[in-house]
């Protein structure tokens, strides 16, 4: 639940001599602000109609006219008519438009929340597909579709071009990350956070593809292997070594199945070697089909800021888990003040905590670098678990559910490893 935090309320008489003029009721924006609420309340004869806008220190930041009661304002996103963007601290004011007030009189409330910044977590989903290359949704369509899952964020990753993003619509409710997926005769590789990660997507040799992360990565892209052992089609398997330069590998990719299953057990194989890799997820949703959904797989990222910029840093430090659904469920770890994708430094509390809103009968399994450690069902919906770190480098959980659906058993969720640093 967000904690939005109430700002200023106030309730005004208008009369019908102030027809035609406007009133400017400021506020002091907090600095801590990471996204704005305004909202009106008009009381009045039906043909009555207030207009309203909002002014930040710069000067008037968004106008709704008398077409909305509502607009948030937040870092990257906002209410169509408003700008999104940083949140500066001070003066600001809500403006009214006295349009046409229709004799006696009108009554407007005014109230403003604020939410602070401060680490949460938002959900999204890190590999779609949109007109701009083979998807079947518009921007705009996929806008609405996430929107309505109650995702925060979605990655534009068409194939080998980052247009997508630029035809996103604003809106309150959702925001997009650029993105593109870097589509090779020998494998896929989604390059997030860039209008234009490549000069040129055409590589024909290993040495060319070590190349091309480079250059995405000196031009700020996340970069993520896709699907690394998908066989089902030509060149989707990553063929070009998964020894280069990764940011992340997309360990879940659409419904689960055999290429997933190879890359967790080539995940573990590379945090077992010291390797520290974070594990993402993505629909690579391209049409409608019944398995192949959006926000499923669903990344939960924890971060201070709700911004396409804040979501990349947040993968790139491993604070992101995976859900087989919007709804859920999370795995939370945490040793201390260190969550998923830390390094606990030593000398730290010895003692890990899990939590989870899981289902009786779910398969909880806990991996170290020695590999499955311990495995238990569970008996009821809310997991809380203490254990000893117990002298490994990592520690990471999966949660196993059975699917009537289908009839069989597969995964719910994922965590990313939580590492110790070793003792001297």
């Not at 989604?190 to 040799?205: A, E, I, K, T, Y």
Request: charged share 20%; hydrophobic share 40%; proline share 7%.
């Amino acid at each position: 639940m967000q904690d939005w935090r109430h700002l200023f309320e106030q309730r005004y008489h208008v009369d019908s001599s102030a027809e035609g003029g406007y009133l400017e009721l400021p506020f002091d924006c907090p600095a801590d602000a990471a996204e704005l609420q305004i909202c009106i309340e008009v009381e009045g004869p039906k043909a009555t109609v207030i207009d309203f806008g909002v002014a930040d220190p710069q000067g008037v930041r968004g106008w709704s006219g008398g077409a909305r009661r509502e607009a948030v304002i937040g870092l990257a996103r906002a209410t169509p008519g408003y700008r999104p963007g940083a949140l500066q601290a001070g003066r600001w004011a809500v403006l009214l438009g006295a349009y046409q007030v229709t004799s006696p009189a009108c009554d407007v409330t005014v109230r403003v929340r604020y939410l602070p910044a401060a680490p949460r977590w938002l959900r999204g989903e890190l590999h779609v597909h949109t007109t701009h290359s083979d998807g079947a949704d518009a921007p705009w369509q996929v806008a609405d579709a996430i929107a309505d899952l109650g995702l925060d964020f979605v990655a534009l990753t068409d194939h080998n071009t980052a247009t997508a993003a630029q035809a996103f619509p604003v809106r309150p409710d959702v925001f997009a990350i650029q993105g593109m997926e870097w589509t090779t005769l020998e494998g896929h590789c989604n390059l997030l956070g860039s209008d234009r990660p490549l000069r040129d997507f055409r590589v024909q040799s290993a040495e060319e593809a070590l190349r091309g992360i480079e250059e995405a990565r000196a031009h700020g892209a996340f970069v993520s292997v896709s699907h690394p052992f998908d066989d089902s089609c030509k060149g989707c398997a990553w063929g070009w070594g998964l020894d280069l330069p990764m940011d992340a590998v997309e360990l879940w990719n659409g419904p689960w199945r055999p290429c997933n299953q190879a890359a967790l057990a080539w995940w573990q194989q590379q945090l077992a070697g010291g390797r520290r890799l974070p594990a993402i997820g993505g629909s690579d949703r391209h049409v409608p089909h019944p398995f192949v959904r959006y926000g499923m797989p669903t990344n939960w990222v924890r971060t201070d800021s709700p911004t396409a910029d804040g979501v990349l840093a947040a993968l790139r430090q491993g604070h992101v888990a995976l859900s087989v659904a919007p709804e859920g469920p999370l795995l939370d770890l945490r040793c201390g003040s260190s969550m998923q994708g830390d390094v606990v430094p030593a000398g730290s509390p010895e003692q890990l905590e899990i939590r989870s809103t899981a289902r009786a009968g779910d398969r909880l399994r806990l991996f170290s670098e020695r590999g499955l450690e311990q495995e238990s069902v569970l008996e009821s919906g809310e997991l809380h678990l203490n254990f000893l770190r117990d002298g490994r480098s990592f520690w990471r959980a999966e949660l196993w559910r059975w699917f009537e659906e289908v009839r069989y058993e597969l995964p719910a969720a994922f965590s990313n490893p939580i590492y110790f640093a070793a003792r001297t």
